[in-house]
């Protein structure tokens, strides 16, 4: 039995595919903390399988694709999905209902009875999941749910469920062991086989009949009993062998239902979670890699959507063909927070999910990468530019020539000649393998001189500022210029007021004094 509710083919592995300190680096960047969360809603199990199942690229457009189809499945039947999890949870948790501790675990019977105990609680399971299938089957549109419904009803039709009854009863030996064995080497038994002892009639029980060969001990023999108990556990060895890996395997199957339905659950809490806050969500459209592609319509930061209850500006932009898009603009004006919502709806998109915006298409890539800025080493070990090199010599180390790189304000720690420098030559090299950049500086040394190279390939945004010193927090394409209007910080955090409110001698003294300090 297969659930296949991830991938039409096989069996998604759950393990990380990049080394932790730089997975637990992109999820500090994108804030994808706050999305493990929102998925959570405070179970345990679903963040788990969230942490694991979000950042698994997928590169397959067929099979992100399938994904959504399951998941818009899930958010139309959600109390259905919830039973169906429900009864998973409920049959992976089969070992907590049964046990038997010690030296049982040696006896054959006492293996069997646990086995076959187990099987009893897990039979319950599939006829509620068969009954489930039976009565909501038709609702599912997806070919996910759809090839996993009919194979509950085709493998758990109602002649094997009554064969599974008879089963078991039988493994309860109502009427004792019979078994066959041969003499071996120094009379040893050996090529002891079970058998079904044969069911005896009213009259054969009444006169004693097909009684067979048996053994009778004395209550208090008990050396006597323990030779027949070994004698059975040989015959039995086998039988409890099998049904023990019976019962591991539909123990299996639920606990891979629980796992896969639980990213979708956790999925719907996201959905929930957004919805109820107003904030748009669509289900991207990905493309195959091989050409670069990107363009949304109101994309916003899902991480920023779920820290605050304000209204969180979209953004537009169309950069199809584009491998290079680079960010500068005023202070403050969105500008990281853009590079987030980017990240986030690649990671989003590629884990089969829906995205925060209006509309998004982009094409896969096989990792997202961040190189953000980061506070200063408090053990004085490295200065700010050795860890940066550092950290991006890591990241080469493992990102491929379809990997997105987003970088927010790479290489500022050092001057701005020397870091335009290194940001041009790491950037040039990244987008020549075939790596998308997305990155935000403030270094116009750096911006002007990709800006200059006329590359159709390049696209240039700028933070939206008005007159007046507002932000828009919305991107435009602009090419950079030579401030990021530092001094309407400035103005915000002194109380000083708007450009022509306030005499330049006043801004320059009050500039002086804060340097000064």
């Given at each position: 039995?297969?659930?296949?509710?991830?991938?039409?083919?096989?069996?998604?592995?759950?393990?990380?595919?990049?080394?932790?300190?730089?997975?637990?680096?992109?999820?500090?960047?994108?804030?994808?903390r706050?999305?493990?969360?929102?998925?959570?809603n405070?179970?345990?199990?679903l963040?788990?399988?969230?942490?694991?199942v979000?950042?698994?690229?997928?590169?397959?457009?067929?099979?992100?694709?399938?994904?959504?189809?399951?998941?818009?499945?899930?958010?139309?039947?959600?109390?259905?999905?919830?039973?169906?999890?429900?009864?998973?949870?409920?049959?992976?948790?089969?070992?907590?209902?049964?046990?038997?501790?010690?030296?049982?675990?040696?006896?054959?019977?006492?293996?069997?009875?646990?086995?076959?105990?187990?099987?009893?609680?897990?039979?319950?399971?599939?006829?509620?999941?068969?009954?489930?299938?039976?009565?909501?089957?038709?609702?599912?549109?997806?070919?996910?749910?759809?090839?996993?419904?009919?194979?509950?009803?085709?493998?758990?039709?109602?002649?094997?469920?009554?064969?599974l009854?008879?089963?078991?009863?039988?493994?309860?030996?109502?009427r004792?062991?019979?078994?066959?064995?041969?003499?071996?080497?120094?009379?040893?038994?050996?090529?002891?086989?079970?058998?079904?002892?044969?069911?005896?009639?009213?009259?054969?029980?009444?006169?004693?009949?097909?009684?067979?060969?048996?053994?009778?001990?004395?209550?208090?023999?008990?050396?006597g009993?323990?030779?027949?108990?070994e004698?059975?556990?040989?015959?039995?060895?086998?039988?409890a062998n099998?049904?023990?890996?019976?019962?591991?395997?539909?123990?299996?199957?639920f606990e891979?239902?629980?796992?896969?339905?639980?990213?979708?659950?956790g999925?719907?809490?996201?959905?929930?979670?957004?919805?109820?806050?107003?904030?748009?969500t669509?289900?991207?459209?990905?493309?195959?890699?091989?050409?670069?592609?990107?363009?949304?319509?109101?994309?916003?930061?899902?991480?920023?959507?779920?820290?605050?209850?304000?209204?969180?500006?979209?953004?537009?932009?169309?950069?199809d063909?584009?491998?290079?898009?680079?960010?500068?603009?005023?202070?403050?004006?969105?500008?990281?927070?853009?590079?987030?919502?980017?990240?986030?709806?690649?990671?989003?998109?590629?884990?089969?999910?829906?995205?925060a915006?209006?509309?998004?298409?982009?094409?896969?890539?096989?990792?997202?990468?961040?190189?953000?800025?980061?506070?200063?080493?408090?053990?004085?070990?490295?200065?700010?530019?050795?860890?940066?090199?550092?950290?991006?010599?890591?990241?080469?180390?493992?990102?491929?020539s379809?990997?997105?790189?987003?970088?927010?304000?790479?290489?500022?720690?050092?001057?701005?000649?020397?870091?335009?420098?290194?940001?041009?030559?790491?950037?040039?090299?990244?987008?020549?393998?075939?790596?998308?950049?997305?990155?935000?500086?403030?270094?116009?040394?750096?911006?002007?001189?990709?800006?200059?190279?006329?590359?159709?390939?390049?696209l240039?945004?700028?933070?939206?500022?008005?007159?007046?010193?507002?932000?828009?927090?919305?991107?435009?394409?602009g090419?950079?210029?030579?401030?990021?209007?530092?001094?309407?910080?400035?103005?915000?955090?002194?109380?000083?007021?708007?450009?022509?409110?306030?005499?330049?001698?006043?801004?320059?003294?009050?500039?002086r004094?804060?340097?000064?300090?």
């Amino acid at each position: 039995m297969r659930v296949r509710l991830l991938d039409p083919e096989r069996d998604v592995t759950l393990e990380p595919r990049l080394p932790w300190h730089l997975a637990d680096l992109i999820d500090d960047d994108l804030e994808l903390r706050r999305l493990y969360k929102a998925m959570a809603n405070d179970d345990a199990f679903l963040l788990d399988i969230a942490q694991k199942v979000v950042p698994l690229t997928v590169t397959d457009p067929d099979v992100i694709t399938y994904r959504q189809q399951v998941l818009a499945d899930c958010l139309a039947n959600r109390a259905v999905v919830q039973e169906m999890y429900d009864i998973a949870f409920d049959g992976a948790e089969v070992r907590r209902k049964v046990f038997l501790g010690g030296l049982a675990y040696r006896d054959p019977q006492a293996i069997l009875r646990r086995s076959v105990r187990m099987l009893e609680y897990l039979r319950d399971n599939l006829k509620q999941l068969r009954s489930l299938a039976d009565r909501h089957a038709d609702q599912f549109r997806s070919a996910g749910f759809g090839q996993l419904l009919a194979m509950v009803r085709e493998q758990l039709a109602d002649d094997y469920l009554r064969q599974l009854d008879e089963q078991l009863a039988e493994l309860q030996l109502p009427r004792g062991v019979l078994l066959s064995a041969q003499l071996g080497l120094g009379n040893k038994g050996q090529r002891h086989i079970l058998h079904q002892p044969p069911h005896r009639s009213w009259w054969d029980k009444l006169t004693g009949g097909h009684d067979g060969y048996g053994f009778t001990l004395d209550e208090r023999d008990e050396t006597g009993a323990q030779a027949l108990a070994e004698l059975a556990g040989h015959a039995l060895n086998d039988v409890a062998n099998i049904v023990t890996q019976s019962a591991d395997h539909v123990q299996g199957f639920f606990e891979r239902l629980r796992t896969e339905l639980a990213f979708y659950l956790g999925c719907a809490n996201l959905h929930d979670r957004l919805t109820d806050s107003g904030v748009p969500t669509c289900f991207p459209v990905p493309t195959p890699a091989g050409h670069p592609r990107f363009g949304c319509r109101g994309l916003r930061d899902v991480g920023l959507c779920l820290a605050t209850d304000n209204e969180i500006v979209g953004n537009d932009v169309d950069a199809d063909g584009k491998s290079l898009i680079m960010v500068t603009g005023a202070n403050e004006g969105g500008k990281s927070t853009f590079l987030r919502s980017v990240g986030a709806a690649q990671v989003m998109m590629q884990a089969g999910m829906f995205v925060a915006a209006e509309s998004f298409s982009a094409d896969v890539r096989d990792a997202v990468f961040t190189h953000f800025k980061r506070e200063e080493d408090t053990t004085m070990a490295h200065g700010k530019l050795d860890e940066e090199l550092a950290r991006i010599s890591e990241i080469a180390d493992f990102i491929g020539s379809g990997s997105l790189l987003l970088c927010n304000e790479s290489f500022a720690s050092t001057n701005e000649r020397e870091g335009s420098q290194i940001a041009r030559d790491v950037t040039r090299a990244m987008v020549e393998c075939g790596i998308k950049v997305v990155f935000v500086t403030h270094l116009y040394d750096l911006a002007h001189s990709m800006h200059t190279r006329r590359d159709p390939a390049s696209l240039f945004l700028r933070a939206e500022r008005r007159p007046d010193g507002a932000r828009t927090f919305r991107l435009r394409p602009g090419e950079p210029k030579p401030t990021s209007h530092g001094e309407d910080s400035f103005r915000r955090v002194f109380g000083i007021g708007a450009p022509g409110q306030v005499a330049d001698q006043q801004v320059e003294t009050a500039s002086r004094h804060f340097q000064h300090q």
